[in-house]
């Protein structure tokens, strides 16, 4: 896929809905660290039930390591690999409580060294809190970029680094949000609404 039709595909993305955002819900940046390391084989709508009680006792670094471990997977149960989960968010409270003066840091190796993130989230936080152009690769954003050609990749690393390259950098800051939307509504694994997809004429359907 050219520039050309990429810059086509984001105009209209961003004029389908201006100011995409994550589904899950949170108030700071420590909450958004959270849900984020929580939806890993989760869904959304799951982690939001979750969080919402859970940030309702706890929702500082400090608060969650006085829950403690115990109690915090009483809180988590019911989301995939929760003992995981719960251990890798006790370890990075502390690592933010004696490192970091209680805050979530803005920077990718800072991120990336605390327990249970990987660049994925990482890249998440970057963007959805501190505004900068950094692409999260996710199951949908996968599919799209390589169902419709704006990718041809086998890793989420390598789609990652195309689609920097090939999506226009006016769009960097909101098009992980449109094309996890757009896979999650349109562009869905099975059955994708092509009929009533605004990409319809542009895409390459590889996949």
Request: hydrophobic share 40%.
């Amino acid at each position: 896929m050219n520039s050309n039709i990429s810059q086509i595909i984001f105009e209209r993305l961003a004029t389908a809905n201006p100011n995409p955002t994550t589904q899950l819900q949170y108030t700071t940046t420590f909450e958004l660290l959270v849900a984020v390391m929580l939806s890993a084989q989760a869904t959304d709508k799951g982690v939001n039930k979750v969080t919402a009680k859970l940030f309702a006792v706890a929702n500082t670094p400090q608060q969650i390591l006085d829950l403690g471990e115990a109690q915090l997977k009483t809180y988590i149960k019911s989301l995939g690999l929760f003992n995981n989960k719960a251990h890798n968010l006790i370890n990075t409270c502390k690592i933010l409580t004696t490192q970091h003066n209680h805050q979530v840091p803005s920077e990718r190796d800072a991120l990336e060294s605390l327990p249970g993130i990987g660049r994925k989230t990482a890249n998440v936080v970057l963007n959805t809190a501190f505004g900068q152009p950094t692409l999260a690769v996710d199951t949908h954003v996968f599919r799209v970029a390589n169902r419709i050609g704006l990718a041809s990749a086998t890793t989420p690393l390598a789609v990652e680094q195309q689609l920097l390259q090939i999506i226009p950098k006016q769009f960097h800051v909101n098009a992980h949000h449109w094309l996890v939307l757009h896979g999650r509504f349109i562009c869905t694994a099975r059955n994708p609404k092509c009929a009533t997809c605004i990409l319809h004429d542009l895409c390459e359907r590889r996949i």
